[in-house]
């Protein structure tokens, strides 16, 4: 039996997808049928995007799994009438372009790179930073994308700390989970990341009282969701220097509005949703994995827990 998948995401994404994803199905041996256009009747796995054309997964019948080409699924998995497996895109370029981003700020923020570029007006102030050993770095969140950054600034010789709502463990990183354990994680870190899902459990997770745990000037990072962070609090730690500068990628309204005080802040870094991406030819491959994987009996990677959200 052929396997009949369903391309439905922005249709200025099909011509990517279209040849990579084919060769893929042929190299890993699934008979395999993909289009953009199937009748719902006959789909057996929708390879999907919010942004694409589908919001009603009722009327197909024969529906086996639905596979998301992004990260994130807080805008699919309210969705009533998705009722079979659902996955998210967890892949090396992902992985790799989260990691590459989130090195990058979190040095420049440890080498305080800003005074330099920014420029000094003409004062001669040699002053150098500290090794990375004597710098705290915390990652808000655990996932894939939380550990590959933990590791690399691990690597990299920083004191690295996790949290997460379930305990891990990786190795040279300092793991913390539960309220106590965001306390721990927060108390020391000279550099905090957001890199939680977008869930009601994680929605405002730095908020008035948990900036406050953080010692005086810590810088953030948050390429993560924009609801992990209360707007309102950020402003008013950065105001009154509890916060010493925040980067920002992602946001409660994207693109950010013209008007937000974020924009003309002199203590916040606006970058416009780019830490990372999915690449077509990485996610190619875990796409047709699954495929596989379903076709197969086998367990399905990824797999989305909506009681948790991700």
């Given at each position: 039996?052929?396997?009949?998948?369903?391309?439905?995401?922005?249709?200025?994404?099909?011509?990517?997808?279209?040849?990579?994803?084919?060769?893929?199905?042929?190299?890993?041996?699934?008979?395999?049928?993909?289009?953009?256009?199937?009748?719902?009747?006959?789909?057996?796995?929708?390879?999907?995007?919010?942004?694409?054309?589908?919001?009603?997964?009722?009327?197909?019948?024969?529906?086996?799994?639905?596979?998301?080409?992004?990260?994130?699924?807080?805008?699919?998995?309210?969705?009533?009438?998705?009722?079979?497996?659902?996955?998210?895109?967890?892949?090396?370029?992902?992985?790799?372009?989260?990691?590459?981003?989130?090195?990058?700020?979190?040095?420049?923020?440890?080498?305080?790179?800003?005074?330099?570029?920014?420029?000094?007006?003409?004062?001669?102030?040699?002053?150098?930073?500290?090794?990375?050993?004597?710098?705290?770095?915390?990652?808000?969140?655990?996932?894939?994308?939380?550990?590959?950054?933990?590791?690399?600034?691990?690597?990299?010789?920083?004191?690295?700390?996790?949290?997460?709502?379930?305990?891990?463990?990786?190795?040279?990183?300092?793991?913390?989970?539960?309220?106590?354990?965001?306390?721990?994680?927060?108390?020391?870190?000279?550099?905090?990341?957001?890199?939680?899902?977008?869930?009601?459990?994680?929605?405002?997770?730095?908020?008035?009282?948990?900036?406050?745990?953080?010692?005086?000037?810590?810088?953030?990072i948050n390429p993560g969701r924009g609801p992990l962070i209360d707007d309102?609090?950020?402003?008013?730690?950065?105001?009154?220097?509890?916060?010493?500068?925040?980067?920002?990628?992602?946001?409660?309204?994207?693109?950010?509005?013209?008007?937000?005080?974020?924009?003309?802040?002199?203590?916040?870094?606006?970058?416009?949703?780019?830490?990372?991406?999915?690449?077509?030819?990485?996610?190619?491959?875990?796409?047709?994995?699954?495929?596989?994987?379903?076709?197969?009996?086998?367990?399905?990677?990824?797999?989305?827990?909506?009681?948790?959200?991700?």
């Amino acid at each position: 039996m052929t396997a009949n998948i369903l391309f439905a995401g922005r249709p200025d994404g099909w011509p990517a997808y279209e040849p990579l994803l084919k060769a893929e199905l042929a190299r890993l041996g699934v008979d395999a049928d993909l289009r953009n256009d199937f009748a719902p009747e006959d789909v057996d796995y929708i390879v999907y995007a919010p942004s694409g054309p589908i919001s009603d997964f009722t009327p197909f019948t024969r529906l086996k799994a639905v596979l998301s080409m992004w990260a994130g699924v807080e805008k699919i998995v309210p969705n009533k009438s998705l009722t079979v497996p659902l996955t998210r895109m967890v892949d090396t370029g992902l992985e790799q372009g989260m990691t590459e981003w989130v090195v990058g700020h979190t040095l420049r923020y440890h080498l305080g790179m800003d005074a330099h570029i920014h420029g000094q007006n003409g004062h001669w102030e040699p002053q150098a930073p500290p090794l990375a050993r004597d710098r705290c770095v915390t990652v808000l969140g655990l996932g894939a994308l939380g550990t590959a950054s933990a590791r690399a600034l691990a690597a990299l010789g920083f004191q690295v700390s996790g949290w997460s709502r379930s305990q891990k463990e990786i190795n040279g990183v300092t793991c913390h989970a539960g309220a106590d354990g965001l306390k721990a994680a927060l108390a020391q870190a000279d550099i905090v990341i957001l890199l939680l899902p977008d869930t009601p459990a994680t929605e405002n997770t730095l908020n008035a009282e948990t900036l406050a745990m953080l010692p005086k000037g810590a810088k953030i990072i948050n390429p993560g969701r924009g609801p992990l962070i209360d707007d309102d609090a950020l402003l008013a730690a950065l105001g009154s220097g509890r916060i010493g500068h925040a980067t920002l990628d992602v946001f409660r309204v994207e693109p950010l509005p013209p008007e937000h005080p974020y924009w003309a802040h002199p203590n916040v870094t606006v970058t416009p949703h780019i830490a990372s991406e999915t690449r077509e030819s990485t996610a190619a491959e875990v796409i047709a994995e699954n495929i596989r994987r379903n076709e197969a009996g086998e367990p399905l990677l990824h797999l989305v827990d909506r009681s948790l959200g991700y």
